[in-house]
C-alpha cells in the first residue's frame, strides 16, 4: 500500500472538489527522484495550493516533503506553471 504515488487522476479529482477547472496539459513527470505532477498553463492562489498540499498528504501520508508551487517564467516561453513534488519515504 505504501508503493501507491499520486497521478494526474488524483489531482484531477482534488482540484474538482476544490471548485477549480482542469488545466489543459497535466502530466506525471518521471524524470525526477521521488516524483513530480506537472501543470502546464496552469496557475494556483496560495490557499488553493494549500488546500492541495494538505488533500494530498490526507490521501498519502507516507510520502513525505510534499510540495505544490507556482513558477512563472521569465523568458516568456511558458507564461505560468504548478508543479507537486514530493519524495518517497
Do not use: C, H
Not at 55 to 68: E, N, R, S
Amino acid at each position: 500500500m505504501n508503493n501507491l504515488k499520486p497521478t494526474a487522476r488524483e489531482v484531477k479529482v482534488i482540484l474538482n472538489s476544490i471548485g477549480l477547472e482542469n488545466p489543459k496539459y497535466i502530466f506525471n513527470d518521471k524524470r525526477v527522484n521521488g516524483g513530480r505532477i506537472k501543470l502546464w498553463g496552469y496557475e494556483m492562489f496560495r490557499a488553493d495550493m494549500s488546500k492541495m498540499r494538505v488533500m494530498l498528504q490526507t490521501l498519502f501520508p507516507y510520502l513525505k516533503d510534499i510540495q505544490v508551487e507556482s513558477l512563472w517564467s521569465l523568458n516568456g516561453r511558458f507564461a505560468n506553471d504548478t508543479t507537486i513534488k514530493w519524495k518517497n519515504q
